[in-house]
């Protein structure tokens, strides 16, 4: 069956660090993968979009992989601040059969 | 300014109950997507539509309605409220690949 697997645990880190986070699939063909970001009791909002040709994308202090033939994406966020705390999920499309997994949370000590 | 909006954002209500949960888009987006998602977990979709007059159901099954009369508006009906139901639903529209997603509405059923 098709799984989308996120870091188990919650991911702690400094300010300042660089957080990464895991994004593994299996049983499934992603014509792109999405990362959103998503705080406590709120609807997730889009951050980054890659697509199955595409190695890498970066978007200010984001930088997203996907690497097709490992079935994995990697989420780096650089120079972390505490306001990046939240959970971030990743999700694989196309749209109406975009699957989500159960996300990361992140949490930045100051 | 274009945006996605929820209401309520919480209702408690007792069990046989008719709830109608509303969700209005203001992007022009043809697509548009009902998830529940309960806490920690990830988001299962549980309805979908293209455009005016179309709707399918998503892969988690439901036993919940949805009409789409208007472009701008979807909403979610369940006839028969029961304590299974109590969840967060999240309304999201897209363009081509992004999501943008609504608040969300916290339903508790007694």
């Known amino acids: 069956s098709q799984k989308i697997e996120q870091n188990s645990e919650a991911l702690n880190i400094q300010e300042g660090k660089t957080a990464t986070l895991t994004c593994n699939y299996t049983?499934?063909?992603?014509?792109?993968l999405q990362w959103y970001r998503q705080d406590p009791g709120r609807g997730p909002v889009f951050l980054l979009l890659i697509r199955e040709n595409e190695k890498e994308k970066r978007k200010e202090r984001l930088k997203v992989t996907f690497d097709t033939t490992l079935k994995q994406s990697l989420f780096h966020i650089t120079a972390s601040q505490p306001a990046d705390s939240a959970t971030y999920l990743c999700a694989l499309g196309p749209n109406n059969d975009m699957r989500f997994g159960a996300g990361t949370r992140l949490t930045v000590k100051p | 300014e274009a945006d996605i909006y929820q209401t309520p954002r919480y209702l408690v209500i007792g069990t046989g109950k008719k709830i109608t949960l509303e969700c209005s888009q203001t992007?022009?987006?043809?697509?548009m997507y009902w998830y529940q998602q309960d806490p920690g977990m990830e988001l299962h979709l549980i309805h979908y539509?293209?455009?005016?007059?179309?709707?399918e159901k998503g892969d988690l099954s439901s036993e919940s309605t949805v009409s789409r009369i208007r472009t701008e508006h979807f909403p979610l009906t369940l006839e028969s409220a029961r304590p299974s139901h109590t969840s967060q639903y999240l309304c999201a529209s897209s363009n081509l690949n992004e999501q943008f997603f609504g608040p969300g509405t916290r339903l508790t059923v007694l």
């Open positions: 992007m022009g987006h043809d697509k």
């Open positions: 049983n499934y063909s992603p014509a792109y």
């Open positions: 539509s293209y455009g005016v007059n179309s709707t």
